[in-house]
């Protein structure tokens, strides 16, 4: 069936219509104020933010995949020789990316069948003299149990590995209580525009609550400086979020419960809508909704049968970060038991258009889709 209803797979600009009026002044402010980087915006935005996630540090930096280098940067310079890192390999290359520029190497863990997350055993399968760190990606909103993973590691003696939480999809979930970004040694959060906390533009953060790794990485974004014009620690680099990003993101905090909300039931009606072949992924309590994923053994039909709704969807992601063709070359090692969920599930996930200010309509049109979408 032809439809002349599009839905697309996400619009910006209806969350700009709501919130556009406030932001714009709070722009105007800081251009007028003639201070547009390393000034009171992107110290405001970091205390509120460490207060909103209850850790004592936030730095702000340039977007997510330096807040990710730069976290794991530090973590490394607390572990000097060290440089294995654990990380799923289904979440879009940015841990790969960020990792390689720090000049470490992936050890990809398998993930679990229905969060997609990050299984625990298989990353410990993983761990060797080299560990320096696990990168628990809280993905597409879902949380991985870090007081389990930590607990885990704490009983085989490990706990020199350091936990970094990748929080780019996850802006106010909670695991048992706590806030995600809060939970492991260190953690990177993207504000890219999409986000469940987006800026106008690139932004990102690294949080801590310890005071040393805070220090590290605060020089670490700013060439290695120690003082003005003092380099102190060697691989520093500049990523500074400007102050019209810190202002944008002060005006969206303290709308991110109501904004997850809104995603949240969105989500909830789809699921409520699929039919028995079609799977929403299980997410844990305190999970919030970035992306709403639902899988299917016949996706790529699915895919296209809501595109002749006019219904746009995405895949996240099509490719294993471990068969991504510029990194062959490279060093990398995979969980002994290889990743046959991971392989799995690949091709079957589709994302479906969720976003702030999609109407009622169109979610209803979508929920009509998929509950007439055929099994075979
Ligand atoms: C899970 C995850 N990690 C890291 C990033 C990187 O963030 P950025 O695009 O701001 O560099 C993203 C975003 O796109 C992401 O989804």
New binding site residues.
Partial sequence: MKTSRRVPFNDVGRLYERYGAAIESAVVATLRSGWWLNGERAESFARNFAAAIGVAHCIPV???????EIALKAAASARPGRREVITVAN??G??T??LRAAGLVPVYADIEEASQLLDIDSALSCLSDETLAIVA???YGGVVDVAALRERLESLGRSDVAIIE????AHGATSKGRPVGSLGDIA?F???PT?NLGAAG???AVLTSSEALADTARALRQYGWSAKYRISSAGGRNSRMDEVQAATLDVLLPNLQALNAERAEVMARFAAACPSHVHPLVRAPGSVV?LAVVRSSRRDALRAFLAEHGIATDV?YPILDCDQEGWQALPSRLAPNGLPVSRRSVGELLSLPCFIAMSAEEVDHIGAALAEFPAA
Avoid at 62 to 68: H, K, R, S
Avoid at 166 to 169: F, P
């Fill in positions: 340039a977007n997510g995949t330096d807040a990710l979440a879009g940015y841990t990316t960020a990606t809280h993905l990748d929080c780019a999809q990177a993207s504000f890219y986000k690139d932004a990102g970035h996240h």
